[in-house]
C-alpha cells in the first residue's frame, strides 16, 4: 500500500525527522534551500505532538505539544531532546 509508504518518505526524508528513542529526536530537512514554507504538523512521536515548521525569513523552528524547543534561523539539523 503506497499511502503509507509516501509519508515515511516525506516525514523521514524531506522533513528529516529522524527518532532516537527515549531521548528524543533529530530534524534535518533535504528539502530544496528554494522553497518558501512548509510545515509537518501534529506528529505523534511517544505520547508527544511535534510540529516542525520552516518559513523563509522566519526560520526553521519545532514543536513539541504546542511548546518552541528548537529553532535555527536556516535550514539544517537540529536536535531535541524529550
Known amino acids: 500500500y503506497n499511502h503509507s509508504t509516501f509519508c515515511d518518505l516525506v516525514i523521514s526524508g524531506l522533513v528529516g525527522f529522524v527518532p532516537n528513542g527515549e531521548k528524543g529526536f533529530t530534524v534535518d530537512p533535504l528539502c530544496p534551500r528554494t522553497w518558501d514554507y512548509f510545515v509537518l504538523d501534529d506528529l505523534r512521536y511517544r505520547g508527544h505532538d511535534v ?13 513539541v505539544d504546542g511548546r518552541l524547543v528548537a529553532s535555527r534561523p536556516d535550514l539544517g539539523r537540529l536536535a531535541v531532546r524529550l
Open 51 to 63: 510540529s516542525v515548521r520552516w518559513q523563509r525569513g522566519k526560520g526553521l523552528e519545532v514543536s
